[in-house]
C-alpha cells in the first residue's frame, strides 16, 4: 500500500512522522529512516531549502510482510531444481546438460559495417529472417521510460522503414501506459523500444511511460506498484535506468527488492542495465571504493552487461565495453544462486582489486551482456549515428560528450532492450509448443553455467582514476565475471538452451 501526497515546504514534511507532528500539533517535526544518512552522496549539492510555494512529491510505502514465505515462493517456481520449476522438474534436461561451458566466441563472416544496426544484431547473434515473432501467440514485450524521456511513435516508424526491411517487424507500439510527453524525443527511449522492437521482432510492445521522479531520480516504485496492480503483464520487461545504490536510503531499496521478489514469484523477467561508469568510484572517509547500482544489484532482476566489437567496424568477436558496469552490492547479499559462479571467479581472477574496494559477498552482477556501443537511432526525425552505451555519447571517435544533468544516469541501454527481445523471441517458441514464459531467469542461466553464450574474455571496464588500481576496475575471462556475466547470445544455442522445459 502507497500514500502519494504533494505538499508544499512550508516547513520540513519529509517524514510520515512529521506529516502526523504536523497534522496533529501544528508543529514539524524532522525524523528520517533510521539508516537515512543525513550526509550528501557524492554527486549531490545541496542548494538550501526549498521554496515554499514548490510542490513536493511524498510516496509513503508500509513495510510488507512475511517476505520469507515470498523467497520461498520465488525460489520454488524459478529454480531448475524445484519440484515447482514452470512445467516441472521430470521434463527438464537431465543435470549433465547443465554443465556446458559458456562457447567461445566463432565470428561468422566478416562483414564491414558502418554503425549498429537491427541487421548487424541479427548477424552477430545468429539470428535468421524467420527469427520473429509469429503475430498469433499470446506473447508481449515492453520497456519503461523515467525522467521525462519519451519516445515518438513516428521516429519508430522512420527506424523500421530504414532498418526493418530485412524481417518481419512491426512499425507501432500496441499499447502505451501512463502519460506520454509531447515533447522532443528523448534517445534514450527511442533507443529503447526501436531495439527492442527489432530485436524481438514482431512481437506486441508496451511502452510504460512514467514521467515523475522519485527525489530527482526514477520512481521505480511507483511503477512497480503499476505493475502489482496489473492481472495481464508482458512477460519481458526491459529497463535501461538506474541509480548508484548509495543514493538512495536502504529502506527504499529494500520496499522496491520487494517488488522485484514478486515479479519473480509471477512469472516476469525483469532486465536492468549494469550502468556505465564501470565498477563506479566514490569516496568514504577519505578511502576509495567501488560504487555498484541499483537496480541492477538486487538479486531479483537479470542484469545485462555491455560490449564492443574488437574491430569497431567489422562484425567480429565481443571485448567487453569499458564503461560498462558491473560489480558487488553493498546493500544485498550474494545470492545462492550464483554462488559458485562468483566463488570461482573470486579465486581465480588474476586480475582482482584490491578487497577493500569492494564487498566480496555482495550480490554480483551483470548476469549476462549483448553489444552496447555505436548504435544507429532515429530521434525527432533524425538518424543519429555511434550512440555508443550512453546515450548522449555520440561521435564517429570513441570521445565522451557528458550530460550536464549531474543526476541522471546513462546506462548501456542498447545491451538491455537487445537481450529482452531474444527472450521474447524464446518466449514465442515455448508459448507456441505449450509450455509457460522464461519468468525469472537468473537460477537457471547460473545452473546452465552460460550454454546458449558466447564468453567474452578480453577486456576490463573503468574505475578510480588513483595510483592503487589506476583506473582499471574488474576483468573479464573464461566463465562468468562482473564486466559481461555469462556473456553474450547466441541465439540458436540460447533457443535450445532455454526452449525446455
Given at each position: 500500500?502507497t ?7 512550508a516547513c520540513?514534511p519529509?517524514?510520515l512522522l512529521?506529516l502526523?507532528?504536523?497534522i496533529?500539533?501544528?508543529?514539524c517535526s524532522?525524523?528520517p529512516e533510521?539508516?537515512q544518512r543525513?550526509?550528501?552522496p557524492?554527486?549531490?549539492?545541496s542548494?538550501?531549502r526549498?521554496?515554499?510555494e ?9 513495510k ?19 519440484p515447482?520449476?514452470v ?5 527438464f534436461p ?14 561468422g ?5 558502418l554503425?549498429?544496426t537491427?541487421?548487424?544484431i541479427?548477424e552477430?547473434y ?6 520473429v515473432?509469429s ?7 515492453a ?5 521525462e524521456?519519451?519516445f515518438h511513435?513516428?521516429d519508430l516508424a ?6 526493418g ?10 499499447r ?5 510527453g509531447r ?5 534514450e527511449a ?6 527492442l522492437m527489432?530485436?524481438g521482432a ?12 522519485h527525489e530527482g531520480?526514477e520512481?521505480?516504485?511507483?511503477w ?12 519481458v520487461?526491459?529497463?535501461s ?5 548509495d ?11 520487494t517488488?522485484?521478489?514478486k515479479?519473480a ?15 563506479g568510484?566514490r569516496?568514504v ?5 567501488f ?18 566489437f574488437?574491430?569497431p ?8 565495453d569499458?564503461i560498462?558496469g558491473g560489480?558487488f552490492?553493498n546493500?544485498f ?10 566463488a570461482q571467479?573470486?579465486?581465480?581472477s588474476?586480475?582482482l582489486?584490491?578487497s577493500?574496494?569492494f564487498?566480496?559477498?555482495g ?5 549476462v551482456a549483448?553489444l ?6 532515429v530521434s ?8 555508443s ?8 571517435t ?12 546513462h546506462?548501456p541501454k542498447a ?11 524464446i ?5 507456441l509448443?505449450?509450455r509457460?514464459?522464461l519468468?525469472f531467469?537468473?537460477?537457471r542461466?547460473?545452473q546452465?553455467?552460460g550454454a546458449?553464450?558466447?564468453d567474452?574474455?578480453?577486456g576490463?571496464h573503468?574505475?578510480c ?10 576483468c573479464?575471462g573464461?566463465?562468468?565475471d ?5 556473456g553474450?547470445p547466441n541465439?540458436?544455442a540460447l533457443l535450445?538452451t532455454?526452449?525446455?522445459p
Open positions: 500500500m500514500i502519494q501526497l504533494l505538499l508544499k515546504p520540513c519529509y517524514s512529521g502526523l507532528a504536523l496533529l500539533s501544528g508543529k524532522y525524523s533510521p539508516d543525513r550526509t550528501l557524492p554527486g549531490w549539492v542548494l538550501g526549498a521554496d515554499p514548490e510542490e513536493l512529491s511524498l510516496t509513503f510505502a508500509l510488507q510482510q512475511n517476505l520469507e514465505r515470498l523467497l520461498e515462493l520465488v525460489q520454488a517456481v524459478s529454480d531448475p531444481s524445484s515447482r520449476y512445467g516441472g522438474l521430470h521434463r537431465p543435470t549433465s546438460s547443465l554443465r556446458q561451458r559458456p562457447e567461445p566466441q566463432v565470428a563472416t566478416i562483414g564491414l559495417h554503425g549498429v537491427p541487421s548487424v541479427r552477430r545468429n539470428l535468421t529472417a524467420q527469427d515473432g503475430g498469433t501467440s499470446n506473447n508481449s514485450q520497456c519503461a521510460q523515467f525522467l524521456q519519451y511513435s513516428s522512420e527506424f523500421m522503414r530504414l532498418f526491411g530485412k524481417f518481419v517487424h512491426q512499425a507501432s507500439v500496441a502505451v501506459v501512463g502519460q506520454q515533447g522532443r524525443a528523448g534517445i527511442s533507443l529503447d523500444v526501436q531495439y527489432s530485436a514482431n512481437i506486441s510492445t508496451w511502452v510504460y511511460s512514467n514521467p515523475g521522479r531520480q520512481p521505480f516504485l511507483q512497480l506498484l503499476l505493475l502489482s496492480n496489473e492481472s495481464a503483464l508482458p512477460h520487461h526491459t529497463v535506468y538506474g541509480d548508484d545504490e543514493s538512495l536510503s536502504r529502506a527504499y531499496l529494500q520496499r522496491v527488492n517488488e522485484f521478489m515479479a514469484a509471477r512469472g516476469l523477467t525483469l532486465l536492468f542495465a549494469s550502468g556505465d561508469s564501470g565498477a568510484c569516496s572517509s577519505g578511502r576509495h571504493q560504487r555498484p547500482s541499483f537496480p541492477a544489484s538486487s538479486p531479483y532482476v537479470t542484469t545485462v552487461g555491455g560490449t564492443s574488437q574491430n567496424f567489422l562484425i567480429t568477436n565481443e571485448i567487453v569499458y560498462s560489480g552490492s546493500v547479499p550474494r545470492p545462492s544462486y550464483q554462488e559458485e559462479a562468483v571467479f573470486l579465486s581465480s588474476p586480475h582489486p584490491p577493500s574496494y564487498n566480496a559477498s550480490r554480483a552482477y551483470p548476469d549483448a552496447s556501443d555505436g548504435y544507429w537511432v525527432n526525425s533524425v538518424p543519429i549515428p555511434w550512440v552505451g550512453t546515450s548522449v555519447r555520440i561521435s564517429l570513441p570521445v565522451s560528450l557528458e550530460t550536464s544533468d549531474p543526476f541522471k544516469h546506462f545491451s538491455t532492450p537487445v537481450f529482452g527481445g531474444l527472450l521474447s523471441l518466449n514465442e517458441h515455448r508459448i509448443s505449450g509457460p514464459p519468468g531467469l537468473n537460477p542461466l547460473y546452465q553455467r546458449g553464450l558466447f567474452v574474455t578480453h576490463c573503468e574505475s582514476l588513483n595510483e592503487e588500481v589506476e583506473g582499471q576496475g574488474f573479464s573464461a566463465g562468468w562482473p564486466v559481461t556475466g555469462w553474450t541465439f540458436p535450445k532455454l526452449l525446455n
